[in-house]
């Protein structure tokens, strides 16, 4: 009698916490944005809100209606949430299904992030432009596997505007696909051939699911040369 009280106890309790002014004012919305795969920081003050005070209660509701799992991460002493399934899997893009691994391409652009992200370690804003990207493609230790993926015969050291404009559109094209994840946010379009965007710290999702790739960036980028060849 003891455990069915207890247990009536939490289901009135969970269903209470549905009826409360701020759920009810907000948690459709967050709903969507978390089933589209968003990680919600703290930027988004009323979901970010919302998730700290009901976080078991919401927990329980992705799992049971969902059986997915609502997870909280911190990094940099900033806190991010997500949904993720209970087994072990990268899928994090929605696309045409909620569920899919990044692409090479995604994967090596995110790790490029990643690195810029680290470099500006000690900078309050992770503000990156894409001439930030384009240095790194044409001067760092990394440019001979760069060139590879982003260009045809990217043995070549020089490249024509055409080929950059591609470059930078497909560029943007991830960004804003990593802005819906909330791994990036501010896209901002500077001319014709440049946009900033700023790196948030949920970019350490990526890092905890792509460790292998980060760490094997020149064989990963080697093995993906070689399958285009094939």
């Known amino acids: 009698m003891a455990d069915e009280h207890n247990a009536e106890a939490v289901n009135k309790h969970f269903i209470d916490v549905f009826k409360t ?5 907000h948690f459709a919305d967050l709903n969507i944005e978390l089933l589209r795969g968003r990680h919600i920081q703290d930027e988004a003050h009323y979901f970010h809100r919302l998730l700290s005070k009901y976080y078991i209660e919401f927990k329980k509701y992705y799992e049971v ?27 994090v893009l929605s696309a045409t299904s909620r569920h899919r691994d990044l692409t090479a391409v995604e994967t090596i ?23 930030d990207i384009k240095s790194k493609i044409k001067e760092s230790e990394f440019s001979h596997l ?8 990217g043995s070549r050291d020089n490249f024509t505007p055409k080929e950059w404009s ?12 990593f802005e819906q994840l909330g791994w990036v946010d501010n896209v901002i379009q500077k001319g014709e051939n440049d946009f900033s965007f700023t790196i948030r710290e949920s970019i350490h999702r990526f ?23 094939e």
């Open 207 to 229: 890092q905890t699911m792509y460790e292998y790739e980060i760490s094997n960036f020149e064989e990963f980028v080697n093995n993906l040369d070689q399958s285009k060849d």
């Open 146 to 153: 760069y060139k590879t993926v982003f260009f045809k015969n």
């Open 166 to 177: 591609n470059v930078t559109k497909n560029f943007k094209n991830v960004i804003q696909d």
């Open 21 to 25: 002014t701020d759920v009810q004012k």
């Open 65 to 91: 209606f969902y059986n997915l799992l609502l997870d909280k991460k911190t990094f940099e002493g900033v806190s991010y949430f997500f949904l993720t399934f209970s087994e072990d899997s990268k899928g």
């Open 109 to 131: 652009i995110a790790i490029t992030l990643l690195q810029m992200y680290y470099e500006k370690y000690f900078d309050n804003v992770k503000e990156i432009s894409f001439l």
